[in-house]
């Protein structure tokens, strides 16, 4: 089992910035790949990054390149989504999620182990 524990989210303008935490504990190395996800009320969540534990390859929805930078701290067991000029439709719940997964930017349901979600709101 893993335990991930999110945190950084909150309300903050159009353009300005917010940087998400994963904390992660248990079975780590069960997985290989961390993932970042957002899930807008009444959809699917939507991958963001997927950031590879066991090699460093970062990948990036479309969306979010360029704007989003996912990085980690081993000696933390943290990953981290560092958001910048954000913008109102960037408004979700946001989680972070482990797995198993081989190459590339990883869908939801290729990830066993799931935070609770931190919240962001952006506004105009």
């Known amino acids: 089992q893993v335990h991930l524990v999110e945190s950084g989210g909150g309300s903050v303008q159009a353009g300005g910035s917010l940087r998400l935490s994963c904390v992660a504990s248990?079975?780590?190395?069960?997985?290989?790949?961390v993932g970042w996800f957002r899930q807008y009320p009444g959809k699917r969540r939507e991958s963001l990054a997927t950031?590879?534990?066991?090699?460093?390859?970062?990948y990036y929805a479309d969306s979010v390149k360029g704007r989003f930078t996912a990085s980690e701290d081993h000696a933390k067991n943290t990953v981290y989504l560092e958001m910048s000029n954000l913008k109102p439709e960037d408004t979700a719940m946001y989680y972070c999620?482990?797995?198993?997964?081989?190459?590339?930017?990883?869908?939801?349901?290729?990830?066993?182990?799931w935070g609770q979600g931190t919240q962001v709101t952006v506004s105009s």
């Open positions: 999620a482990a797995g198993f997964y081989a190459y590339g930017l990883g869908s939801p349901e290729a990830f066993d182990y």
């Open positions: 950031l590879y534990t066991d090699g460093g390859a970062i």
């Open positions: 248990g079975d780590t190395d069960s997985t290989n790949c």
